[in-house]
């Protein structure tokens, strides 16, 4: 099963530590809060204030990005990602490949040579 691979093990420990960092946490808030905020900057049309609240988020996300545990985790969303894309894509293959296997297909062309009959 995908979810007992040791990538997704180590996702769920990831998860775990930054769910459970109050660093991590704080600053997640930080960043929510100003980007709240310019949103409505942005609504009121104050665009010098916005371009300070872009910055500060800007500092903001490098700062939690510097962070070992969140590029940990980042990483572990990275190596879960390829995995699932992997699967998708060998379960698409090989069903292709059966479907043209029994309709009598040509595999590299991509086509099917039986047609429906009742």
Known sequence: MISE???????????????????????????KRMQKEAVNLQHYGKFEALKKAEQEIATLQTELDGIPLVKQFKQSQVDVNELLQFVATTISTTVTNEMEKTTGGDILQGTTNKRNTK
């Open 5 to 31: 691979t040791e990538e997704v093990e180590l996702f769920k420990q990831a998860e775990s530590q930054v769910n459970n960092s109050t660093k991590v946490q704080h600053l997640i808030s930080q960043i």
